[in-house]
T-cell receptor, first 119, second 110 residues
């Protein structure tokens, strides 16, 4: 079963409004989570690193005031798209690393993704 | 992290073994090779990873060359449900930030 869960799976919002996407690690704690965005037929693009208890680190070209990230607990990170525009419509994916699953390599798991459509 | 090079797309007949190559010629000694796949409209799914030995699990086998500069993911009996984009990634264990390449789009043909 899923070890990283996102909610909602899909959301439609009006231009100018804000929408929040949650990413949860289900049975492990994650001090760091990552947020990606993916446009149709393209690869995943890293947006930011979500750090528990501190500010997120954004990749070059990603507006931190538009994509607000909060990592308030060791199992939850949220991405809020503020003042959404149609060009923000995309597939948003989070990831987290489970360091306690025994095998070497500390596997990174990804959420199921969240489709955002801004109309 | 080291860059990887994968073919853009591949076809494989259903029931046959799918062999997906990946070049990572600049891999460092402490970098693992990971494989993920992404089925349409879903998040990437972990498949397998390895350091230098060949690995096998219920999904696939991973063959890493002795010099570690390339690897092959083997899906032993491909089914239509294996149609996906497959990503080969190399990373250091404690570095969780992954930069994705374009991957290989695998088409399983009935």
């Amino acid at each position: 079963g899923a070890v990283v869960s996102q909610h909602p799976s899909w959301v439609i919002c009006k231009s100018g409004t804000s929408v929040k996407i949650e990413c949860r690690s289900l049975d492990f704690q994650a001090t760091t989570m990552f947020w990606y965005r993916q446009f149709p037929k393209q690869s995943l693009m890293l947006m930011a690193t979500s750090n528990e208890g501190s500010k997120a680190t954004y990749e070059q070209g990603v507006e931190k005031d538009k994509f607000l990230i909060n990592h308030a607990s060791l199992t939850l990170s949220t991405l809020t798209v503020t003042s959404a525009h149609p060009e923000d419509s995309s597939f948003y994916i989070c990831s987290a690393t489970d360091r306690g699953r025994g095998s070497s390599g500390n596997t990174i798991y990804f959420g199921e993704g969240s489709w955002l459509t801004v109309v | 992290d080291a860059k990887t090079t994968q073919p853009t797309s591949m076809d494989c007949a259903e029931g046959r073994a799918a062999n997906l190559p990946c070049n990572h010629s600049t891999i460092s000694g402490n970098e693992y090779v990971y494989w993920y796949r992404q089925i349409h409209s879903q998040g990437p799914q972990y498949i397998i990873h390895g350091l230098k030995n060949n690995e096998t699990n219920e999904m696939a086998s991973l063959i890493i060359t002795e010099d570690r500069k390339s690897s092959t993911l083997i899906l032993p009996h491909a089914t239509l449900r294996d149609t996906a984009v497959y990503y080969c990634i190399v990373r250091v264990v404690d570095r969780d930030k992954i930069i994705f390449g374009k991957g290989t789009r695998l088409h399983i043909l009935p």
